[in-house]
């Protein structure tokens, strides 16, 4: 049984680029939400998906938009890249009904230059 | 608005040796409480988690926690660690009970152990 995929695992981009990552969640999950880890600090969640919809946000500018697909999939994009927005994002997914343990992937390290 | 504060960025300890991680947070509602551990190039895996019930909190490779609802702390410790915990350890808080909802998270505290 698979985990939490996320890719491409590493990329670089520079700086006005736009970037898509993608997440496969765990299987049985339906519920994907995506985090930003800035070097040294925590996570930060930016935006979680379910049923096809963006049902929370966090705060983050509009440059950042995502999608979830109809078998459960997300893609996070970031449009407009700045320096800071270099960082490992972090795909975490969930089942929506009851209290299971919430499953992050290996991340998607994004740098740029 | 919810915050989680990680009181030590960096804690030394000698191989087995007893470890605590302290934590504590800030919400105006019932909280849910979550430690997670991230080893180098990794992602994150949760330890343990207290959603309601016994205050003491058992996770995985022997750690535990306790939630202490007044003084707004829930403490990881260890009673004897071994090399292999070198990691970092994020504390988390959610609002809401269905774990799909969002968690914020503290700084981190980088354990580093020592033969």
């Known amino acids: 049984d698979a985990g939490v995929t996320q890719s491409p695992t590493h990329l670089i981009k520079t700086r006005g680029q736009q970037v898509t990552l993608r997440c496969s969640p765990k299987s049985g999950h339906d519920t994907v939400s995506w985090y930003q880890q800035a070097l040294g600090q925590g996570p930060q969640f930016i935006f979680q998906?379910?049923?096809?919809?963006?049902?929370q946000r966090g705060n983050f500018p509009d440059r950042f938009s995502g999608h979830q697909f109809p078998n459960y999939s997300s893609e996070l994009n970031v449009n407009a890249l700045l320096l800071g927005d270099s960082a490992l994002y972090l795909c975490?997914?969930?089942?929506?009904?009851?209290?299971?343990?919430?499953?992050f992937g290996e991340g998607s390290w994004l740098t740029v230059v | 608005a919810q915050s989680v504060t990680q009181l030590d960025s960096q804690v030394p300890v000698f191989e087995e040796a007893p470890v605590e991680l302290r934590c504590n947070y800030s919400s105006s509602v019932s909280v849910y409480l979550f430690w997670y551990v991230q080893y180098p190039n990794q992602g994150l895996q949760l330890l343990l988690k207290y959603l309601s019930g016994s205050t003491l909190v058992k996770g995985i490779n022997g750690f535990e926690a306790e939630f202490n609802k007044s003084q707004t702390s829930f403490h990881l410790r260890k009673p004897s660690v071994h090399i292999s915990d070198t990691a970092e350890y994020f504390c988390?808080?959610?609002?809401?009970?269905?774990?799909?909802?969002?968690?914020?998270f503290g700084g981190g505290t980088r354990v580093l152990v020592k033969p």
């Open positions: 975490a997914s969930s089942f929506n009904r009851g209290s299971n343990t919430i499953y």
């Open positions: 998906y379910y049923e096809e919809e963006e049902r």
């Open positions: 988390a808080v959610s609002e809401d009970r269905a774990a799909g909802n969002k968690l914020t």
